[in-house]
Each structure stands twice: as C-alpha cells, then as structure tokens.
C-alpha cells in the first residue's frame, strides 16, 4: 500500500521502517527540515513530499506528531477525506496530560479529521519498544491495540499491524480508546507489553463489565 508518514519522528520513522520492510512504499512528510527527511526517506527506500502531496498520493496515513501542533500538520495536510488514519498520538499538551473532558484523545482527533476513516494504534508503546520488539514471533509477539468506528479501515490496519511485526488487537470504537490511552495507570494497557491470550482477556473482560 502506499503509506504518508505525517511526522516522522521517533515513532513516524519507526512505524515507515517497519512498513518499507514488509514491501509497502512510504511517504515522509511534515519536517521543519525538509532535507534531513529527504535523507531519511532516501535512507529507507521511500520518498518525501509536502504533507499534502503524501496525504494526496496515499491509502493510508500514519499521523504521528506532538499533540500541541496537531491543528498546524492538519492545516499543511489538508482533507483527510476518505483516507484510512492511524493515529499515533498521545494528549501530551504543553503542561501535562490534556483533560479532554470526558472524551478520549481518539473521539476529540476523529472529530478534528472530517471524512477521514480514523484509527488510532501505535500509541500505547514506546518509540524505543516498538523497534526493539516488532517481529517477534509465537508466544512473544507483543500486542498492538487498535481502536476506531469504521470496521473495514480497522482490518486494514490490523493488516498493517501484522506486516509491522505486531499482533493487532481491537480495543473497540473511539468511545472504548480509554484503556490504550495516558497516563499509564492500573487497569489500562497503556504502557503495557501484552501478548495475544492475555490481551484478548483483557478486552473481553471490558465487554463483559
Ligand atoms: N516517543 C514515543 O515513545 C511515543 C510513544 C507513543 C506515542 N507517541 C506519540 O506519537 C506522537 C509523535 O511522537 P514522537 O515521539 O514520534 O515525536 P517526535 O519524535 O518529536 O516527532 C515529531 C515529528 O513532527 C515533526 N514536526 C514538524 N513540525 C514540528 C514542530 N513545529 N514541532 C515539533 N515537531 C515537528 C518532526 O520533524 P522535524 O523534527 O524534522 O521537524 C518529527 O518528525 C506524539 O503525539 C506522541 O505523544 C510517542
């Protein structure tokens, strides 16, 4: 699939090395300098563009940038219309965690994203985890949660989660995000390495509550 890259950072770059792996192209996209992005892309087999120019060219857009500038990579993408999203962010704001007021941080972005198919995934595990644990196999494979209220783009993420080396596990809709989202705190899985078995547990635990 071809795949824009909103952000390229730790857990963007990541998630592209994982995806250029598995044989899907990617485009790097959203740098305050566009030619240490070019050099990246270059680096793993893909290519840079404009955010537009990414969102415009691919299925798929991995949108990964620190929560206070979420409104500006949006204004530079424009229309997510009809594009299948994976967000990886967290409501990281400038002093803290953000109270969202009741919603998760998955319903106030999907709100923020008109007419794009929206997921979220890629956030519960550090940048540093997710490179060090994708391709592990059998019982050691580490869980990937996911959440979203469009089912078909949530199986081609999940695809996308498996090519990534992860096992994907659906958490729901974005009203069901809370428990993949921050703080890192009991009873939820942010932060958490799960494996397959227990991590279905988990999520029929919460639709059996
Ligand atoms: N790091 C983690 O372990 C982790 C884990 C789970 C979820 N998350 C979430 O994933 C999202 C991305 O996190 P990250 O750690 O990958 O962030 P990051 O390393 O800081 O990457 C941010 C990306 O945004 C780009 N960018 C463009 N304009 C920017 C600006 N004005 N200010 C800052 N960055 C700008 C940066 O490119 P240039 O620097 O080239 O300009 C960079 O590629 C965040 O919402 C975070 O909460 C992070």
Redesign the pocket.
Known sequence: MRIAIV???????NAAWLLAKAGHDVVLS????QD??AALAAELGGRAATPREAVEASQVVIF????R?ID??LEQTGPLEGRIVID???Q?GTSGWEDLGGRTAAQVNAARMTGARYTKS???????FQAEAAGRTGPERVVMFLCGDDEEAKQVVSGLIDDAGFTPIDMGGTADAAPMEAPRRPGAVYGEELHEDEARAFVEGLRAA
């Not at 890629?122 to 540093?128: D, Q």
């Open positions: 952000g390229a950072g730790r857990i963007g770059a959203f740098s305050r300098d240490k992005l990964s940038v620190p929560w500038i500006e990579a990886t962010t967290n990281f890629f956030n519960t595990l550090t940048a540093g």
